[in-house]
């Protein structure tokens, strides 16, 4: 008769759930999960009670863990009870994708409603609705860090815009206290449905994250919210490093695979609390609250083949890591924490942006100047993605665009 294995955090109760090395019961696992999400947010992020959040919720086992989380946290009568301001924004896909389960909005509302957030839920159709708002590159340039020495009159001025901040937040974050759910005209979906099927199926869920991307950052300027809450955990992060090697786009690596991302301006920072969480964390935690999340709808998008990853090379790169966690259970963190070591000590976002992506543009070296000089049809606002091979004599054999 085999011998029970006891928690190794209380000593008492039979354990239940495994994560290499480590062995939980129930009640301390859903008590380790607290409290390394409240570690994250006081000690690494760094979030108070004068930060207005505005967490974006997709419906996915990652985003739908993140609300109890929160929900946990601000709500229930735990030790060190979190307070700050936050709202839910969930964009709805149905005009990209004709996969979209009927009943994922009413469940968000009614998660949202259980919480007692106030939500926004938004069609992505309405980026052609949208008003013009401050994009990254006319702040790129605010964005360099210069250090001067600062008089009196600089740090009282610096105050009392502060204050002045603070009383705009409370007026504009009032705004979402009431929750709503926007539509748009008949007229902007048919231009999202007819500029989706212009390109491929690979390049369509890109060009998705793109448009979600800018909504995002639209709505966090418009209610003056200081932080957006990505549900991305240490399994997504590790895929989005690989990913953006492959495309090329390396310089974006260490803000994107960080805590907090603030290359965005207007004081606004893009923040993962679940950086620290993995898939198989995730999924016990759903099936102890009995969440019930929905499956990614660009992975459902593609057409059934034989290809490896049914042709999506996102998909590749999670099957590979998922087998590379087997064998190694430290590989995902792994890979995370080293891509932060590709950062400079001082890093600054003197790097002009993409006009589309919203990415960082690595400087040009004199090569690739006389190829955009030379040709008149390469956008200078686009990213250009030079991969080198090294089978070629030349330092650059071909290019992308992002």
């Not at 009640?27 to 959040?53: A, M, P």
């Not at 330092?395 to 992002?402: K, N, P």
Request: with cysteine; aromatic share 10%.
């Amino acid at each position: 008769m085999e011998k029970k294995r006891l928690c190794m955090k209380c000593k008492k109760e039979e354990a239940k759930i495994r994560l290499d090395p480590s062995i939980f019961c129930k009640g301390c696992f859903q008590e380790n999960c607290l409290h390394k999400f409240k570690t994250t947010i006081r000690t690494k992020l760094r979030v108070w009670k004068d930060y207005s959040l505005l967490v974006c919720v997709s419906g996915s086992l990652n985003s739908m863990c993140l609300m109890k989380l929160l929900h946990d946290s601000v709500k229930e009568s735990f030790k060190k009870k979190i307070f700050f301001n936050m709202a839910v924004l969930h964009i709805d896909e149905s005009a990209a994708y004709k996969n979209v389960s009927p009943t994922l909005q009413s469940d968000i509302i009614k998660a949202c409603n259980d919480s007692e957030f106030p939500y926004l839920i938004i069609p992505l159709e309405y980026i052609f609705e949208v008003e013009s708002f401050l994009l990254p590159n006319e702040i790129s340039e605010t964005s360099i860090t210069v250090v001067k020495r600062k008089t009196k009159a600089d740090r009282k001025a610096e105050e009392k815009k502060v204050e002045v901040k603070k009383e705009e937040k409370k007026i504009s974050t009032a705004g979402m206290a009431s929750s709503q759910v926007m539509k748009c005209s008949e007229e902007s979906r048919k231009k999202l449905v007819a500029l989706l099927e212009s390109f491929p199926v690979a390049f369509k869920a890109d060009l998705i994250s793109y448009l979600k991307k800018w909504l995002y950052l639209y709505f966090a300027n418009k209610y003056s919210f200081t932080k957006i809450v990505f549900s991305r955990n240490a399994n997504s992060i590790a895929t989005h490093i690989c990913r953006l090697m492959i495309l090329g786009k390396g310089i974006n690596i260490p803000p994107e695979s960080d805590y907090a991302d603030g290359k965005y301006g207007n004081n606004i920072t893009v923040i993962q609390v679940l950086r620290d969480f993995i898939d198989k964390e995730l999924f016990y935690y759903s099936y102890i609250h009995n969440l019930h999340p929905y499956p990614s709808l660009a992975n459902q998008d593609y057409t059934r083949t034989a290809l490896p990853g049914n042709g999506s090379y996102e998909t590749i790169i999670r099957l590979f890591l998922d087998q590379l966690q087997k064998q190694y259970t430290s590989s995902i963190y792994t890979i995370v924490q080293t891509s932060l070591k590709l950062a400079t000590q001082k890093q600054s976002f003197t790097c002009p942006f993409c006009s589309l992506c919203m990415g960082l543009l690595e400087p040009l070296n004199t090569s690739t100047r006389i190829l955009a000089s030379s040709s008149s049809a390469i956008p200078e606002a686009l990213s250009l993605i030079h991969i080198s091979e090294p089978t070629r004599r030349y330092a650059i054999s071909y290019a992308v665009f992002c």
